[in-house]
């Protein structure tokens, strides 16, 4: 079956098709490298895929203005690319070689760049939340009109710290997006079996947060929901909730082979849903680009992966003194 069309776009703003195209197979092609050479074993320890939530961060991106900060956990990947930091730097840190963003030492699960206000990248579950919130807290003090967008997982809403995080970011008026990655399974639990309530966002009612579903495999719906709530703290107003329903095409992470949920299931949102499928449908369909167009940025993206591949293979060794450096005794 096609993949689902897209919200449409008027001519003039074919550009942002484009973009949005080129970002999300960027993350697609990405991933799907590092979990070959995790398969090859020259990525270690833990590693998780944001193949098939990729219209999540590129819509909010998008949304984003500069000096805005993010923040989020182990899917990180998709994240780093999106805000604009360099793939050659993030694939090195994957293979944890010298020239990563953080010196080869963090690996998939930790890695930052202020440049880009990129502020990880978070292994404990929900630990991401109230850091968030006090990134938030500081642009509220400078009064300087930046929002931070905090990403977590379905299966992190349940973390007793985003409650007392909500209270807090209610009562100071943080300008802070609590954004929810529901990609239906936390973990290996689906979401029915693990959330007691069926729509997540309503949780910040108790706090008088406002909120909302988006339908995560929109990459427009979700430009339009992250406009919509940047505005919303950019005006002093206090945080937001957005609900972003999405859905991961692979496990939890490249150790899970999946077996609570069918191979038909994943097959179906593949086919139906698939969120750059659905956007390159939409730029031939409106002829905002031809078949020609949209190979050339395949390739040009495909050189852009083999090369940050080649560069992490290329990329030095940490060495044993570096071990010493960064930390505080």
Known sequence: MAAKKVTKKSTDENHDLIKFYRDMLLIRR????????????LIGGFCHLYIGQEAVVVGLEAAARDGDKRITSYRDHGHMLACGMDPNGVMAELTGRGGGYSKGKGGSMHMFSKEKNFYGGHGIVGAQVP?????????RYRENNCVTFTYFGDGAANQGQV???FNMAALWK?????VI?????????????????PEIYTRGEAFGIKG???DGMDVIAVKTAGDKAADYCRAGKGPYILEIKTYRYRGHSMSDPAKYRTREEVQKMRAQRDPIEAVRTLLISEKHATDEEIKTIDKEIKEIINACAEYAKDSPEVSAEELWTDIYA
């Not at 936390?186 to 979401?191: C, D, K, V």
């Open 30 to 41: 990405f991933e799907e490298k590092a979990g070959q050479l995790y398969g090859m074993g």
């Open 131 to 139: 850091l968030g919130a006090g990134l938030a807290f500081a642009d």
């Open 163 to 165: 409650y007392e995080t």
């Open 174 to 178: 943080l300008p802070v997006i609590f």
């Open 181 to 197: 990655e529901n990609n239906q399974y936390a973990m290996g639990t689906a979401q029915e079996r693990s959330t007691s309530s």
């Open 212 to 214: 909302e579903a988006v």
